[in-house]
């Protein structure tokens, strides 16, 4: 998920008019040389917390996705993904992603080490 702007994932740490409401689940499957594989779950309104993405990484689908993003820059847009969907993010994003989706959204994130 790259790095967090504090240890609770709740708000940039220097920038508290950002808040962010509960976190998503996030367990690491695995965290290696080469890659890092997150899996998250997502209740509806659950966020990210603000990050920063330092690697190249991409995101798969798990389920249907309706997501609200929220850049630094102030940017806001929404997402809709289905499941099975592989999609490639920039490196350096710093943003809050939140579900918009009334059900449990499920998707890997692998970040690319190499």
Sequence with gaps: MGQYYNDAR???ASVKDLPVGKLAKRVVLTDNEVTRVSYFEFEQGDNT????HALNYCSLY?????????????SQFSSSHVP???????VGVEHNVRSESPHVVKLLEIEFKT
Excluded: N, V
Aim: charged share 25%; no cysteine; aromatic share 12%.
């Design 84 to 90: 099975q969907e592989f999609k490639i993010h920039p």
């Design 62 to 74: 798990l389920t249907d996705a309706t997501l609200f993003h929220t850049r630094i820059d102030g």
């Design 10 to 12: 709740d708000a940039l």
């Design 49 to 52: 917390g603000w990050h920063k």
